[in-house]
């Protein structure tokens, strides 16, 4: 079957399963379907279909499973949103439209990711700079962390853009670089390490990740953008000399930060103990383990929880007010869910007729994956809760858009993957005319 036709299937059945969501929200909330769930089913296949019908023109060789399944997490979290504070629905939805009009502007103006290898060392730069804005005057803190920036009554969260653009930098940066970081020419007991200066990459991704963590308190995103930095520097050079170094590195940091910086402290006191200070430090985490207690097997209902107990639930939370209402077979059904689009993004990348396509697709899936993996293992207390966002499904317009131009980005390599014009993967980046070498290790 071909893979548009699958798409079609599948982009209708998250619709209807988006829609049912929806009204059976309504039916147990009031026990009466909503009004607008005619327009509101309009909407979401109208949408839908629009970037269907984009992605039937510009990616029709892409594969089929990744725009039905990003669907599927946005249209459940919608729901949950909408369920949990209908005056945050209506923006969730404009982002939805904004991040839908990005994905199709990638496939519009993008037909050739590799147009960007030869800008690596400016995205570098740009992406730097994105990280540091917070701290300027224009950044401002909400909740404790300094992440935001803010113009009048206009707040963007720049950190989730900077992990797309800095993923594209290490991409070109170690296809460039990866016979270098290859070579041995040290030992430091039982590893076998390049030159120290092939290093400055490692080094330096360590000393942006602790400013971040320090300076904005924000462990999310310093703990992604350093695991990023390994997975890739690991896919191109296939060396675990570089794992266990960037372990060392996160290790040390992440102690010193322990021992100096009282907000780290805390953190971890209360991933340890959230019961010591319930009505506290503790409030939040303690009532996601009462609502995931209480979801039980099958959840109490759409609708017939009380997830708004949870500080922040359509946010941080979001994933403990799915397992309040559905249960652990509803928060099984998401855990499978991300698994098929990471599976689906590795075959993506494993399919790249180019190692700068390969390391790009193949980051940019690692970073979603471990960025579902923190937010949930935080909520389950397997990890200190960091406050990044569920991918696709919690609130927030910086990290839905950023999220729809990694899916682009995807969509895009897997046409190209698939292509079955000949040509289309025996271009080369602009930099070189030279036979690429295999990443495999």
Request: overall charge positive; proline content about 5%; glycine content about 10%.
């Amino acid at each position: 079957m071909r893979p548009r036709t699958v798409e079609l299937g599948l982009l209708v059945l998250a619709s209807i399963i988006t829609v049912a969501a929806y009204g059976l929200t309504s039916l147990g909330r009031n026990a009466e379907l909503p009004a607008n769930i005619v327009p509101f089913l309009a909407m979401v296949i109208g949408m839908l279909l629009a970037t269907h019908l984009v992605v039937r023109r510009f990616a029709a060789s892409a594969d089929g499973l990744l725009l039905p399944l990003a669907a599927l997490l946005n249209g459940l979290g919608y729901v949950i949103i909408a369920r949990l504070d209908p005056a945050l629905a209506d923006s969730q939805a404009a982002w939805t439209f904004i991040g839908l009009a990005g994905f199709s502007a990638i496939l519009v103006f993008l037909p050739d990711v590799r147009r960007l290898e030869p800008y690596r060392y400016t995205l570098a730069l740009v992406g730097v700079v994105m990280l540091l804005l917070p701290l300027t005057p224009i950044g401002v803190s909400i909740n404790g962390a300094r992440i935001w920036l803010r113009v009048g009554s206009f707040s963007i969260q720049p950190g989730e853009f900077a992990k797309v653009v800095l993923a594209t930098f290490l991409a070109g940066f170690l296809v460039d670089k990866r016979e270098l970081l290859t070579i041995s020419t040290r030992r430091l007991g039982p590893l076998h390490l390049p030159d120290i200066k092939h290093l400055g990459p490692l080094l330096l991704a360590w000393g942006i990740a602790l400013i971040v963590m320090v300076a904005e308190r924000d462990l999310g995103s310093s703990l992604l953008f350093f695991t990023l930095f390994i997975v890739m520097v690991y896919a191109a050079t296939g060396r675990s000399a570089y794992v266990v170094v960037g372990a060392v590195l996160f290790s040390v940091g992440a102690v010193g930060s322990y021992r100096f910086f009282v907000h780290v402290q805390r953190r971890v006191e209360i991933w340890l103990d959230p019961f010591a200070d319930p009505k506290g430090a503790g409030y939040q985490i303690a009532e996601a383990s009462f609502a995931m207690a209480d979801g039980g097997l099958t959840g109490t209902g759409l609708g017939l929880g009380a997830p708004g107990k949870i500080p922040f639930a359509a946010t941080d939370m979001i994933f403990a007010a799915i397992g309040e209402e559905l249960g652990l077979l509803g928060t099984t059904a998401v855990l499978v869910t991300y698994l098929l689009f990471v599976s689906a993004g590795f075959r993506v990348a494993n399919q790249a007729r180019s190692n700068f396509e390969k390391l790009l697709a193949g980051g940019l899936t690692a970073l979603l994956g471990f960025q579902t993996f923190v937010i949930i293992g935080g909520i389950l207390r397997v990890l200190p809760l960091t406050g990044v966002t569920l991918p696709f499904v919690s609130y927030g317009g910086s990290s839905l858009i950023s999220n729809y131009l990694i899916l682009g980005v995807l969509v895009q390599i897997s046409h190209r993957a698939n292509s079955p014009d000949s040509s289309v993967g025996a271009l080369r980046s602009t930099k070189s005319a030279r036979p690429e070498a295999d990443l495999t290790p």
